[in-house]
Nanobody
Framework: QVQLVESGGGFVQPGGSLRLSCTAS????????MGWYRQAPGKERELVAR???????NYADSVKGRFTISRDNAKNTVYLQMNSVKPEDTAVYYC??????????????WGQGTQVFVSS
């Protein structure tokens, strides 16, 4: 069974930085994709960033140039470095992993979510 444990959320002032971490356990295979979604109050969950085990990344337009996703494959851990944060980045951030088999991604499996508050 796949489990994801997130850490690193909290309060940050506008313009500040925060780093989220998420470690996966269980059988996720050596080929997979990990990343982060977020959900703000009253809004739909949206993709923030995604990274494959090969290192390919994609970002939401709203975070490009401010957030950086990275991963440590040996630790099955994905990171989200959040710089120059804005109040609109306030949301619950959910880590996810998609497993890969025979040309198809499966999942995602979700973490429990970590709250990020951006406020002065």
């Amino acid at each position: 069974q796949v489990q994801l444990v997130e850490s690193g959320g909290g309060f940050v002032q506008p313009g500040g930085s925060l780093r989220l971490s998420c470690t996966a356990s269980g059988n996720i295979g050596s080929t997979n994709a990990m990343g982060w979604y977020r959900q703000a109050p009253g809004k739909e969950r949206e993709l923030v960033a995604r990274i494959t085990s090969g290192g390919s990344t994609n970002y939401a337009d709203s975070v490009k140039g401010r957030f950086t996703i990275s991963r440590d494959n040996a630790k099955n851990t994905v990171y989200l470095q959040m710089n120059s944060v804005k109040p609109e980045d306030t949301a619950v951030y959910y880590c996810f992993v998609q497993t890969y088999y025979s040309g198809t991604y499966y999942g995602p499996y979700w973490g429990q979510g970590t709250q990020v508050f951006v406020s002065s």
